[in-house]
């Protein structure tokens, strides 16, 4: 599930500037490998390859900002890491993500492509979507609770932004 959550928030997004990918310990995303990030953490805990989509996911244990699982998302032809997903032990607070991060965020609520149907599709900026603080000058997307937005679900080191600006199903028949 977060290899496809993973992928779907890091589809390039056209028309968003400012965003700069991130940095998870020195390796940067979109540009470090797995074989740097295995020299790095030593050997995942767990791996799956979806040879079907050509993605490649290492799970890690408690090596990121919070205890938690950490999932390494990568294109298996390459080794290029896409996206880190950590999805902490207990509950964050979104104080002790900015004490973590800083407070240069900016709350945005993202929402699914309706008229795409995979578990991959990608995401729009939408008033009505799931709420997110964006760094985006250290390319972090930290996932907030929909109920209860005080509330830290995922922190996503990302290559690209989460979403783009405007839906691109506009117009389109639903599938």
């Known amino acids: 599930m977060a290899l496809g959550l993973v992928v779907a928030l890091s589809v390039a997004c056209l028309g968003q500037t400012g965003f700069v990918p991130a940095t998870f310990f020195g390796l940067t995303i979109g540009k470090s490998t797995m074989t740097d990030f295995k020299k790095r953490f030593g050997e995942p805990k767990g791996f799956f390859e979806n040879k079907l989509s050509g993605k490649t996911q290492l799970r890690y244990e408690d090596i990121g900002p919070v205890a938690g699982n950490v999932d390494v998302d990568a294109v298996s032809s390459s080794g290029i890491i896409q996206g ?19 407070s240069d965020f900016k709350i945005v609520r993202y ?65």
Do not use: Q
């Open 84 to 102: 880190i997903s950590v999805d902490p032990a207990t509950p964050l607070s979104t104080e002790e993500a900015e004490r973590l991060f800083g």
């Open 111 to 175: 929402a699914f492509e309706p008229c795409i149907g995979d578990e991959t599709r990608p995401m729009f900026e939408s008033e009505n979507g799931f709420p997110y603080m964006i760094y985006s000058k250290l390319g972090i997307a930290v996932g907030l609770d929909s109920v209860n937005p005080a509330k830290v679900v995922f922190i996503h080191y990302l290559h690209d932004p989460v979403g783009a600006k405007e839906s691109r199903c506009k117009d389109k028949t639903f599938r």
